[in-house]
C-alpha cells in the first residue's frame, strides 16, 4: 500500500468533525470514521482498522494522551501513525505529546485543503511507530 486510505478522526468538537470530514473525505479521499471521544475509539478501532489516527488532546472523558495509551495496546495499533490535534503548541508541550508516542502534532485551526497532504506525509513517515 503507497498511501493510506482509513483515516480515524477522534474529535469531540462536532464543527471540527465537520470540517475533518469534509478535508479527508472529500478532499482527500479517504474512508474516515468519526468520533467523538476516546472511548468510542476504542470500541471501533478494532473494527475500522484505520492507516493513521488522528487524536484531539483535550477531550472529556479520556484525553488524547490517555487514549493514545490504551490504544497503543491494541494489536490491530501496531505499526499504525497517531498525530495529535491541538490547539495549545507550545514548545515544552509538543516534546511532551512526541514523546507519548505520537508520530507528530496538527496545530488547530489546520488549513482543510492541506489536510490530506499532512495525513500522507505523517503516514510515510510514521508506520512502524
Not at 59 to 64: E, I, Q, V, Y
Given at each position: 500500500?503507497?498511501?493510506?486510505?482509513?483515516?480515524?478522526?477522534v474529535?469531540?468538537d462536532?464543527?471540527?468533525r465537520?470540517?475533518?470530514?469534509f478535508?479527508?473525505?472529500?478532499l482527500?479521499?479517504?474512508?474516515?470514521?468519526?468520533?467523538?471521544?476516546?472511548?468510542?475509539a476504542?470500541?471501533q478501532?478494532?473494527?475500522?482498522?484505520?492507516d493513521?489516527?488522528l487524536?484531539?488532546v483535550m477531550?472529556?472523558?479520556l484525553?488524547g494522551?490517555?487514549?493514545?495509551?490504551?490504544?497503543?495496546k491494541m494489536?490491530?495499533?501496531r505499526?499504525?501513525?497517531?498525530?495529535?490535534?491541538?490547539?495549545?503548541?507550545m514548545?515544552?508541550?509538543?516534546?511532551?505529546?512526541l514523546?507519548?508516542g505520537?508520530?507528530?502534532?496538527?496545530?488547530?485551526?489546520?488549513?482543510?485543503?492541506?489536510?490530506?497532504?499532512?495525513?500522507?506525509?505523517?503516514?510515510?513517515?510514521g508506520?512502524?511507530?
Amino acid at each position: 500500500m503507497d498511501e493510506p486510505r482509513r483515516v480515524m478522526c477522534v474529535e469531540d468538537d462536532a464543527d471540527i468533525r465537520m470540517i475533518l470530514e469534509f478535508s479527508l473525505h472529500k478532499l482527500g479521499g479517504f474512508e474516515l470514521c468519526l468520533c467523538a471521544s476516546g472511548q468510542e475509539a476504542l470500541d471501533q478501532v478494532a473494527t475500522f482498522a484505520p492507516d493513521l489516527v488522528l487524536l484531539d488532546v483535550m477531550m472529556p472523558g479520556l484525553s488524547g494522551p490517555q487514549t493514545l495509551a490504551l490504544l497503543r495496546k491494541m494489536p490491530v495499533m501496531r505499526g499504525v501513525p497517531v498525530v495529535f490535534l491541538t490547539a495549545k503548541a507550545m514548545l515544552n508541550e509538543v516534546e511532551e505529546l512526541l514523546q507519548q508516542g505520537a508520530t507528530g502534532l496538527i496545530v488547530k485551526p489546520f488549513d482543510p485543503v492541506k489536510l490530506p497532504e499532512n495525513v500522507r506525509f505523517y503516514w510515510q513517515h510514521g508506520r512502524g511507530a
